[in-house]
Nanobody, 117 residues
């Protein structure tokens, strides 16, 4: 069982920045994929960014150039730096740790990000 604890959400104005953190209860180096997802009411959870084995990082088109995911293996923490925030970025952001073949799949509790116009 892997525990994921997110933090860093809040209320900001459009154009401002936030940094989310997700700390895992196990060695991140052993996790196949770490990801950030987000969800708004009435919509499905969508991918924001993923890191494969702490290296290759992929982003959703909607956040490319504005969001940066990073991995600190020493702290067992992944970050999501969000710049130039837009009202449409408002959502609950979730951290996920999973294996590509479904061997395990863990989610954090989520952190609310609200961007006002």
């Amino acid at each position: 069982q892997v525990q994921l604890v997110e933090s860093g959400g809040g209320l900001v104005q459009a154009g401002e920045s936030l940094r989310l953190s997700c700390t895992a209860s196990t060695t991140i180096f052993l996790i196949n994929i770490m990801g950030w997802y987000r969800q708004t009411p009435g919509k499905e959870r969508e991918l924001v960014a993923t890191s494969h084995n702490g290296r290759t990082i992929n982003y959703a088109d909607s956040v490319k150039g504005r969001f940066t995911m990073s991995v600190d293996s020493a702290q067992n923490t992944v970050y999501l730096q969000m710049n130039s925030l837009k009202p449409e970025d408002t959502a609950v952001y979730y951290c996920r740790a999973f294996h590509v073949f479904g061997n395990y799949d863990y989610w954090g509790q989520g952190t609310q990000v609200t961007v006002s116009s």
